[in-house]
């Protein structure tokens, strides 16, 4: 097992307004380098346990909260979001949040964080060259972040997280406004940034995604932990569906197939194996 | 209720064109899908469905008549429009005067909003929520939120732009529950979507639009089959649909059902 970068311990949250808790004792560990899904369905508590890891919680939304959030040996509730984003890169649901609305340009609002952190200006022009051709947002580096288009926006607020090099990246259902292909090209980036060392926390409903990027799943039901597993178990489980969450098409392929005795694989969750678990069904009818 | 555009040409003011010649007759009460990729002109097309926009060159007739003879206000009471962004639509302290706005603007009698709000909220799941105030709500339910106010006017043909964005299992389900409640009611839907297991499960026309143009137009087994043309124009199948074309199924399928089928077919050849 590896080093764990971030655990949650015992943690429960009520916003101010609200009469119910948004999560009720929920203890997990990620370890380095690891890419963390959490699923579940709207208003499970996904976006206040991402809002709890990057120590917006307690620090910008006000509510009751008890347990801890520990990132990297340091307690989130008792440092500051300065000292956190040294460590934590978040990216919004909604990506017009994310912006500082100080910036005048795409360029300045890349530049921004770096800029708080008295990164020097030759510095901080070739990280935001790099950055902006990794987005494909060079193009747009003169325009004012208001005038984007979601889709733009999404990109910008992903190369203001990643150009401050984070050890671990939060990412709350950060493509929604993105077309299916556009958020494969970004979910590649992530990827290799995760392949480099990153550690990835996603809360996604993308199921086909989740289950070819995690390598661990947090299943969230109206605020509690409702399973925590790898994805073929999280999956092959056939209750899975009742926490309201969804299940990847290749499962329901998968099962349809054992139901009939034609395959005696284990439940496959990509497409890959999925299509030569198929080709080995037809392959052996063939033979006979 | 038939839309139809002929040879619609746009470009918006600050240059560049995004519709480049649009043929197209939608009617009748069947739903109708439009994917394709973000700047394929989706958005900007459906906005000539009710005059948000207006045509750079070419027609949009609305049942025959030129969309020019009318406001967009006036056209509302036609074609309803469901914004992308509810933040774009609400605008009110309550989810119930949200509701409520459009009716009063067009003179509807008090007795008929009562009886619409019932129905409404209960079909778009707010009728619990109706005196909350919209900024409070979750972006899901403020996209049901924005449907509802739409829906209130009671117009021929409603158009959704990206209604399963953020959306989960459940919200999925309330939208192709709204669909069908509105297709028995004789009205027509057109839904923008990225999602392909949504557009599928309910749509049996897909358009697909790649640069200004419509690039394929027909059943959804049809549209799918073209692989090639679909890659070109970045839209890939629902995930099930893959697996059976890359496993050499003949048929197109979008149902673990219907792929079970397709392959007890190629078992008995």
């Known amino acids: 097992m590896g080093r764990i970068i971030l ?51 307690p620090h910008y939304f006000t509510g009751k909260m008890s347990g801890r959030v520990i990132v990297d040996g340091i307690s989130a509730g008792e440092s500051t979001i300065a000292e956190l984003s040294q460590k ?23 530049a921004y964080g770096l800029g708080n952190r008295g990164v020097s200006r030759r510095m901080m022009m070739e990280k935001v060259e790099f950055v902006s051709k990794l987005m494909r947002i060079d193009h747009i580096l003169d325009k004012n972040p208001l005038e984007l288009s979601g889709g733009q926006v999404q990109r910008v607020a992903f190369g203001s997280a990643f150009i401050m090099e984070p050890e671990i990246l939060v990412l709350d259902e950060c493509t929604t406004q993105l077309d299916p292909a556009g958020s494969e090209e970004i979910f590649d980036i992530v990827k290799e940034l995760n392949k480099k ?13 989740v289950a070819r990027c995690a390598d661990k799943i947090l299943v969230l039901e109206k605020g509690r932990a409702a399973a925590l597993d790898e994805p073929k178990k999280i999956f092959g489980d056939p209750e899975i569906m009742q926490h309201g969450v969804g299940i990847p098409d290749y499962v329901e392929i998968t099962r349809a197939l054992k ?30 | 209720m038939q839309i139809e555009l002929k040879n619609l040409h746009y470009s918006y003011p600050s240059g560049g064109e995004v519709l480049k010649g649009i043929n197209l007759v939608i009617g009748g009460t069947e739903p109708v899908a439009i ?10 097309a459906v906005k000539h469905f009710n005059g948000i926009l207006r045509p750079t060159s070419g027609e949009v007739l609305i049942n025959g008549e030129n969309i020019e003879t009318r406001s967009t206000a006036q056209w509302s009471k036609k074609v309803g429009y469901v914004f992308q962004n509810p933040d774009d639509q609400l605008f009110l302290e309550s989810v119930r005067k949200e509701f409520e706005f459009g009716p ?11 009886r619409r709000n019932e129905w409404v909220a209960e079909l778009v799941g707010m009728s ?26 009671d117009p021929d043909v409603l158009i959704f732009d990206e209604p399963t964005c953020g959306q989960d299992v459940q919200g999925n389900h309330r939208l192709l529950s709204i669909i069908k409640a509105l297709k028995e009611r004789g009205k027509l839907c057109i839904t923008i979507s990225h999602d392909m297991k949504f557009v599928v499960s309910s749509f049996r026309r897909i358009i697909v639009m790649c640069g200004g143009e419509v690039i394929l137009d027909g059943r959804a087994e049809e549209v799918f089959a073209q692989t090639e043309i679909l890659k070109k124009s970045f839209v890939a199948p629902p995930p099930v649909t893959k697996v059976a074309q890359g496993a050499g199924l003949k048929k197109t399928v979008f149902t673990t059902e219907a792929f079970m089928e397709a392959l007890e077919d190629e078992r008995k050849v």
């Open chain 1, 7 to 57: 655990e949650v311990k015992d943690f429960s949250f009520k916003y101010r307004q609200t009469k119910q808790k948004a999560l009720k004792n929920i203890s997990f560990q990620v370890e380095e380098g690891n890419f963390f899904c959490v699923i579940g369905a709207n208003g499970s508590g996904k976006s206040t346990l991402c809002s709890a890891l990057a120590g917006l919680i």
């Open chain 1, 88 to 110: 934590i890169g978040f990216v919004f649901q909604n990506p017009f949040n994310q912006l500082s609305y100080t910036a005048g340009t795409v360029a300045e609002e890349l």
């Open chain 1, 197 to 209: 060392g990153v550690t990835v926390i996603m809360a996604d409903h993308d199921m086909e995604r």
């Open chain 1, 259 to 288: 139901e009939k005795q034609y395959t005696d694989r284990d439940i496959e969750i990509a497409e890959g194996p999925a299509i030569e678990m198929v080709r080995e069904v037809l392959d052996r009818c063939k033979l006979n």
């Open chain 2, 35 to 44: 994917i394709g990729q973000n700047g394929a002109g989706k958005t900007t």
């Open chain 2, 104 to 114: 009063r603007q067009i003179k509807m009698p008090e007795k008929e909003i009562k």
């Open chain 2, 128 to 153: 619990e929520k109706l005196d909350m105030h919209p900024f409070d709500l979750t972006p899901s339910e403020k996209k049901f939120c924005t449907i509802g106010a739409v829906l209130m006017m």
